[in-house]
């Protein structure tokens, strides 16, 4: 069976260097979410979008933006890159979400390892 | 605000035994619980949904009950291998659509 699948997997970068992550959902979900997990945390929701349109917002820095796309694949981009955002990033995607007046089983990627030196 | 607390933090047992992960939250107005595996640096396998209106969900070795009034849930599982040897997290989703988890279960199961 399709998974989410994100790209790249493992990202070095420098400080105030600028990242972008990229998440292509399970066919026919609409839903993206992006976690972050920093080393020994749990996952932190940053954002979520259904159909293309931001549906939720968490902890999620200003210097970081992301949206979905036409084909629902989603891209967070962060910029001015701190030691603090070396992390896992995890997206996850669902049939629907509440704004569909459904709850859903949330499906997780294998996650993006972003270091920041 | 939904804060999810994971009970006890680290187990270790021998081959063979059932065992059973507590995970509670603050508040009962959610949609749906779900419990999740972690390998060491990798990512998360949903291994259990459980919806508020029902009261256990069962996959193989793997049974998770939740009790919205008490605000628990708990993972049993049967028989464990140590294959079986990975952080468990719960994660609950309320009102809006994020999972709140919490800090994980690491369990470690001797041979």
């Known amino acids: 069976a399709a998974g989410v699948i994100q790209s790249p997997r493992h990202l070095i970068k420098e400080k105030r260097e600028t990242a972008t992550l990229k998440c292509y959902p399970i066919?026919?979900?609409?839903?993206v979410y992006w976690y972050q997990q920093g080393p020994g945390q749990d996952p932190q929701f940053l954002i979520s979008?259904?159909?293309?349109?931001?549906?939720d917002k968490g902890s999620i820095p200003d210097r970081f933006s992301a949206q979905q796309f036409s084909d629902y694949h989603s891209e967070l981009n962060m910029s001015s890159l701190e030691l603090g955002d070396s992390a896992l990033y995890f997206c996850?995607?669902?049939?629907?979400?509440?704004?569909?007046?459904?709850?859903?089983?949330?499906?997780f990627g294998p996650g993006t390892r972003l270091t920041v030196l | 605000k939904q804060e999810v607390t994971q009970i006890p933090a680290a187990l270790s047992v021998p081959e063979g035994e059932n065992l059973v992960l507590n995970c509670s939250f603050t508040?009962?107005?959610?949609?749906?619980l779900q419990w999740f595996r972690q390998d060491p640096g990798k990512g998360l396998t949903s291994l259990l949904l459980?919806?508020?209106?029902?009261r256990e969900q069962t996959s193989g070795r793997l049974n998770a009950s939740l009790d919205k009034s008490s605000g628990r849930s708990t993972l049993y599982i049967a028989a464990s291998q140590p294959g079986d040897s990975a952080t468990y997290l719960c994660?609950?989703?309320?009102?809006?659509?994020?999972?709140?988890f919490g800090k994980g279960t690491k369990l470690t199961v001797n041979p």
């Open positions: 508040d009962s107005a959610i949609y749906n």
């Open positions: 979008f259904y159909e293309k349109m931001q549906s």
């Open positions: 996850a995607s669902s049939p629907w979400g509440l704004l569909a007046g459904r709850s859903n089983e949330q499906f």
């Open positions: 994660a609950a989703q309320g009102g809006s659509e994020k999972l709140v």
């Open positions: 459980i919806q508020s209106s029902q």
């Open positions: 066919p026919r979900h609409d839903t």
